[in-house]
């Protein structure tokens, strides 16, 4: 049973920058596949971001593309996501997400569907 635990949102200035964490536990990150997503107020779940398990391979949404990065210490068990240049249309809660995988798997995945274990979600508010 994965445990996904988020934290580092918070209210920024447009332009500013956050850094989100994800702390894993019941498994080690180098057997997941993990993702980030966020949810607007009366919006869909979107995709954020994605990493393999191998952590060699990482996908962006067009929306956050050359603003954010997904990275992993798994030394720590966390993944971070790294936003930059914030904008007030980013406002959104921020859910880590996780799918275990074998060893040869090393797809990231943009699909909410491909996930089973879910953070609690933090949030991220810009202001403009």
């Known amino acids: 049973q994965v445990q996904l635990v988020e934290s580092g949102g918070g209210l920024v200035q447009a332009g500013g920058s956050l850094r989100l964490s994800c702390a894993a536990s019941?498994?080690?990150?180098?057997?997941?596949?993990m993702g980030w997503f966020r949810q607007a107020p009366g919006k869909e779940r979107d995709f954020v971001a994605a990493?393999?398990?191998?952590?060699?391979?990482?996908i962006y949404a067009d929306s956050v593309k050359g603003r954010v990065t997904i990275s992993r210490d798994t030394a720590k068990n966390t993944v971070f996501l790294q936003m930059n240049t914030l904008k007030p249309e980013d406002t959104a809660v921020y859910y880590c997400?996780?799918?275990?995988?074998?060893?040869?798997?090393?797809?990231?995945?943009?699909?909410?569907?491909?996930?089973?274990?879910w953070g609690q979600g933090t949030q991220v508010t810009v202001s403009s």
């Open positions: 990493i393999s398990q191998s952590g060699g391979n990482t």
């Open positions: 997400a996780a799918r275990p995988v074998p060893v040869w798997d090393v797809a990231a995945r943009r699909s909410a569907d491909d996930y089973g274990a």
């Open positions: 019941g498994r080690a990150l180098s057997t997941l596949a």
